[in-house]
């Protein structure tokens, strides 16, 4: 459609959608690393050119490897790529920089790979980067098995002079680990409240986050997640120094192969300040030959991400400097695993993943020791829990760090309170109806259809009269919420499970059955990677439609003096100039890329919106004062332009390369929450300029704002 029509919005939109999960967004970044390009490259160099003639690069991604090793002088270079887009892309940049001929590359895994079929003879050298934060994600140990056992002449080896031998690029990696208190991760992955919104949360159970290294690994969780630690809030507390946690040579078949039943490794760390166990956090380098290596720790310039264990203890646990932690390393099922499993205080260890049998630890308590405070603290900890430990809910780590949000929950909850006594004014003075009267009809209707796991129903079903919907649909997800509503003393059949598989949103947002309309609708608008949900408006004009379509002002959904929160976002952006976000968007030429001519070709998987954006860590300079960039009004869907201009007026002189942009979130005139503010669970979202914009101080700037089916998009000239 693009190519028929490149400005119909529609396509151009979807493409954008379907471009951010085609292409990975760290091709970018990755491209424009020089450092990392070039060492390569110098690996690369030397290895032909002391007789490596055959290569292959494994994950060729855009070729970038492959025509290091052809302009190298290699006399054959195979490529694979398993990505039938970046296949399709290597075809062309390979093409467009004149190598078509002397690379032959391969849209297939490399572990499919076979001689004769599609390579003649086995290679002399293998290129890869198929590496994630966490080295093994992307499977390069099964690949490089595969490939000396495939694909690679054998090894050197000193007994028998061979004339040429197999080779890896990498030749191998040091994984380093450092246990780390930091309270933006312990946001995403631990409840840290009692009490949301005015539910006390001691019956929930353990809500843990989808990311667990326990010992037996299940397909339901992953081992680990991924952050830029030197961009986290708040930043974080190294507990222990960093630890070696791996050492591993790709150019020893036997070591890769023994490496999943190597056993479990126990290393003991001095804790080496006071602080709360959050999680282990690993890096590695990457050793591309006996000189060159990458790595990807926190203290680099280089933007990798880090890998991150969070810690599952429910409640804190304190280290103390004279403590040893006891971590376990394993890489069962080819993902690295690390567990921190126990604390040793004055020589005694103490398990911190199992329950502990409180009769162990009476024992403790009567000689009143140091680890009895620890030990009483922990058993204590484990009895709070209602259920047993083994059985918790999951929730994605977005979902816990909104229930970590007090302010979006008290604003909410006080929002609510409001229409509610509005609501039960109304009443009393209509018809005289005794207060106290008991009958049906005093009850408020308040459907809740915020996406995932949200306890906006029981907050609302909370302040008594009132009958609530829940969109939850999870069975455990479920279960919580009515054991909260036990706990809380609200009444089982107050809360109801607005079943989501209801055919249409006409359906599930349709009147109760008893002819009653919703007092109140809750919808959350904004997704946690700082876009507009999509179909908002659509579901906010359905709410509304009846009322604007008939001509008699027939009822829309909600009753008379009825409120959807929230009635109104306002979205509010800035000028900045950031190299990061450039950085991260496009390919800057061809300089960064070893002068291969690239970015043309994978900068057509630019998106021109950068989500999931920490605007308080981005390193920018601000070139404008926050403004409003637009108004969504809920109340009245029809109110919403969908373009605006805006006037700003630059602070500073500089290169505009993008706009930030986030949202007042109005649950009513008065309660708003920002989807800034510091234990938001929200990250910004920002429009980044095709072409970066010079500015003087003082200059005046026109931005214009549109918004075509909950998608905005921004420009900027002068
Ligand atoms: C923050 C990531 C990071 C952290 C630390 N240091 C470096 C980085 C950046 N490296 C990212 C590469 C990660 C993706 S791998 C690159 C390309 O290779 C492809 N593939 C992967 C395996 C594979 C195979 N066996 N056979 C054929 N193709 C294969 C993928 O489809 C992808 O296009």
Redo the contacts with the bound molecule.
């Keep these: 459609a693009l190519k028929v029509r490149p400005d119909y919005p529609e396509a151009r939109e979807n493409f954008h959608r379907v471009a951010n999960w085609l292409v ?1 967004r ?1 091709h970018f970044f ?1 491209l424009n690393d020089y450092g990392r390009n070039r060492k390569y490259q110098q690996a690369i160099q030397k290895a032909v050119q002391s007789g490596c003639n055959t290569v292959l690069d ?4 855009t070729g970038i490897l492959g025509m290091c090793a052809k302009k190298a002088g290699a006399a054959e270079v195979y490529a ?4 039938k887009t ?1 296949y399709e892309l290597a075809r062309e940049v390979v093409t467009a920089n004149g190598m078509d001929g002397g690379i032959k590359i391969l849209h ?4 499919e790979m076979e001689i004769p079929k599609d390579i003649p003879q086995r290679v002399s050298l293998v290129v890869t ?5 966490g080295l093994f994600g ?2 390069i140990i099964e ?1 490089l098995i595969h490939a000396w056992h495939h694909l690679l002449l054998p090894p050197q080896n000193e007994f028998q002079e061979q004339s040429v031998t197999g080779r890896v690029i990498p030749a191998g990696a040091t994984v380093f680990a450092m246990a780390v208190e930091c309270l933006e991760i312990r946001r995403h992955h631990r409840v840290c409240v009692s009490e949301v919104g005015g539910l006390s949360m001691v019956a929930a159970g353990e809500l843990r986050s989808p990311v667990s290294c326990s010992s037996e690994p299940d397909d339901s969780t992953e081992p680990y997640t991924t952050e830029r630690l030197s961009r986290l809030p708040g930043g974080y507390k190294s507990l222990t120094q960093p630890f070696t946690a791996l050492n591993i040579d790709f150019n020893n078949v036997q070591e890769l192969e023994g490496l999943t039943s190597r056993e479990v490794q126990r290393l003991r760390l001095p804790v080496i300040q006071e602080g709360e166990l959050d999680a282990l956090t690993v890096w590695f380098q ?1 050793h591309l030959d006996e000189e060159n290596s ?1 790595s ?1 720790g926190p203290q680099e310039d280089t933007c ?2 880090q890998a991150v264990y969070p810690v599952h203890n429910t409640k804190g646990f304190l280290l103390k400097p004279e403590d040893e932690l006891v971590v376990e390393v394993s890489c069962r099922d080819a993902y690295l695993r690390l567990c921190s499993v126990a604390v040793v205080r004055n020589g005694r260890e103490i398990r911190l993943d199992q329950r502990l049998d409180t009769q162990a630890c009476e024992n403790h308590i009567s000689n009143r020791n140091p680890e009895a405070e620890l030990c009483s603290a922990l058993s204590s900890l484990q009895t709070e829990q209602n259920p047993p430990s083994n059985d918790f809910c999951s929730l994605e780590s977005s979902e816990i760090a909104l229930l970590n949000n007090h302010a979006y929950h008290q604003s909410f909850r006080a929002a609510l309170a409001k229409l509610i006594s509005q609501l039960k004014g109304k009443w009393q003075n209509r018809a005289g109806a005794d207060p106290g009267s008991t009958d049906r009809s005093d009850l408020l209707y308040v459907l809740d259809v915020s996406e995932g796991f949200s306890l906006l129903s029981l907050i609302a079903a909370s302040h008594g009269h009132v009958k609530a919907y829940s969109s939850v649909e999870k069975k455990k997800q479920q279960e919580v919420l009515k054991r909260l509503a036990t706990s809380n003393n609200i009444p089982e059949e107050r809360l109801e499970f607005w079943l989501n598989h209801v055919e249409d949103e006409q359906g599930m947002l349709k009147r109760p059955s008893r002819e009653k309309l919703w007092s109140g609708i809750m919808l959350d608008c904004v997704e946690t990677c700082g876009l507009i949900r999509q179909k908002l408006m659509e579901k906010a004009s359905l709410i509304f439609l009846i009322k604007h379509v008939s001509i008699i002002c027939t009822r829309c959904l909600l009753e008379d003096g009825g409120r959807v929160f929230p009635e109104k976002i306002v979205v509010y952006g800035t000028l900045v100039e950031s190299d990061t976000l450039l950085l991260e968007s496009a390919v800057q030429g061809r300089e960064p890329t070893l002068g291969f001519n690239i970015a043309p070709f994978i900068n057509q998987f630019t998106v021109p919106v950068h989500v999931f954006l920490d605007f308080s860590t981005l390193d920018c300079k601000h070139l404008s004062q926050s403004v409003e960039l637009f108004v969504l009004d809920l109340m009245d869907a029809t109110a919403n332009y969908t373009h605006r201009e805006v006037k700003v007026q630059a602070t500073a002189a500089g290169r505009i390369t993008a706009v930030p942009f986030w949202y007042n979130i109005y649950l009513d005139q008065e309660i708003s929450v920002s989807t800034l503010s510091q234990n938001s669970h929200w990250k910004q979202a920002a429009a980044v300029l095709q072409e970066p914009l010079e500015v003087g101080a003082g200059e005046w700037l026109r931005l214009s704002v549109k918004l075509h089916k909950s998608t905005i998009s921004i420009s900027v000239d002068k």
């Design positions: 990975e760290w990755m494994i994950g060729t991604g694979c790529e398993l990505s970046m297939m895994k490399s572990l980067e198929t590496v994630d934060a992307e499977g690949s990457l990458l990807t990798w991400e």
